[in-house]
């Protein structure tokens, strides 16, 4: 409910603070339904850093706490930037955006809802966190595992969401996130403060984490116009991602694209400096 007095209100800042708030509240999303499709189409690429790419960091991790981790002979190192062999950027997020107007959402495709129902697993795992990224849909089950010998915590922080779970020796509780965030949040351990997570969730499907190799691939988007957006720890938006030796994404690391009915948008291989994903 907007205060009487706004309307009341000579002020022209007033009134047009109250104006944009009733248009505002009278505006729904516009989901698209599945039969209203006229197809489906998929999205692929792969992302490659360029330049040398500097050993891992050791992190900090105390005396007392490395008697009871397990060592897998790799020390507990920075997982914040991960790059294969062959130049891949693993954990880059590929989701798609929508700017603070747009009112359209997307249909989902039937697949979506069979793999909706299947439970995501984030494990503490030698005191780390196992996966590194994760993607969850809104009201999609989650289940915080605990296969250490001592205990740990999953403390949620996203923009929108924000859960914490204790979890004993051996433990596991399952939750759901019920609100869909713009870009990815963290689930860190309070107790072990090197542990980190990413989780991004979202009410559409329509988002990917690169491999261990950079690929990555969306399937069944909706035949139409629709923007996609890149992010990763280190950088934030990929900005200065460059495809055929060009940057061509938008401030925010958005680009458009035309999906096509049966059709694969096949985006190769987009290059981003060291540079670009130095702490």
Known sequence: MIPTQFFNSRHPLALGLALLVLAWSGTNLMAQEADEVEGWGHLNGRIIVEGAVPEPAELTVGT????WCVNTGEGFLDRSLIVGSNGGLQDAYVMMYFGRSDRKRPAVHPSYEA??????????????FEPRALFLRTGQTIEFQNSDAIGHNC????????????LGAGQ???VELDTSDRVPGIVKCDIHPWMEALLLVRDEPYAAITDAEGNFRIENIPAGEWTFQFWH???????????DGKPFLGRRGEFQVTIEPDGTVEL????????????
């Open 268 to 279: 190769g291989e987009l290059l981003i400096s060291i540079d670009d994903l130095q702490e």
């Open 172 to 174: 596991a509780v399952k």
């Open 64 to 67: 007392d706490d490395r008697a």
């Open 115 to 128: 793999l909706k129902q299947e439970m995501v697993v984030l494990n503490n795992e030698n005191c780390r």
């Open 233 to 243: 720890k280190r950088s934030g938006f990929m900005k200065t991602l460059q495809r």
């Open 155 to 166: 403390h949620v922080v996203t923009f929108g969401n924000e859960e914490n779970c204790s």
